[in-house]
């Protein structure tokens, strides 16, 4: 079992920054895959941006690549998103997932575990 916390949404301008993060505690967080996926209102949850268990390989949706970074830090079992370049499309809930397996990281039905989510909204 692991606990997953979301920090660092906010309300900012299109064109801002902002740097979410996620503690997770409980079982070993360098056994997981950990990935944001977001949802906004009226729409499905969507995959953002995953990274791999020592954080060598990274996944992005297309909506993001080149704006968005995820990193982690295992010494303190936390994992980012540097999201740069803000765009009022970028609106959304923003959650945190760890997944215990390998592969499809991209597929949200893979994770088993999930936080509870921070707003972000950004205006334009």
């Known amino acids: 079992q692991v606990q997953l916390v979301e920090s660092g949404g906010g309300l900012v301008q299109a064109g801002d920054s902002l740097k979410l993060s996620c503690a997770a505690s409980?079982?070993?967080?360098?056994?997981?895959?950990m990935a944001w996926f977001r949802q906004a209102p009226g729409k499905q949850r969507e995959f953002v941006a995953a990274?791999?268990?020592?954080?060598?390989?990274?996944y992005y949706a297309d909506s993001v690549k080149g704006r968005f970074t995820i990193s982690r830090d295992n010494a303190k079992n936390t994992v980012y998103l540097q999201m740069n370049s803000l765009k009022p499309e970028d609106t959304a809930v923003y959650y945190c997932?760890?997944?215990?397996?390998?592969?499809?990281?991209?597929?949200?039905?893979?994770?088993?575990?999930w936080g509870q989510g921070t707003q972000v909204t950004v205006s334009s």
């Open positions: 990274i791999s268990r020592i954080g060598i390989t990274t």
């Open positions: 409980g079982r070993t967080f360098s056994t997981y895959v």
């Open positions: 997932a760890a997944q215990i397996t390998t592969g499809a990281e991209t597929n949200r039905d893979r994770y088993n575990y």
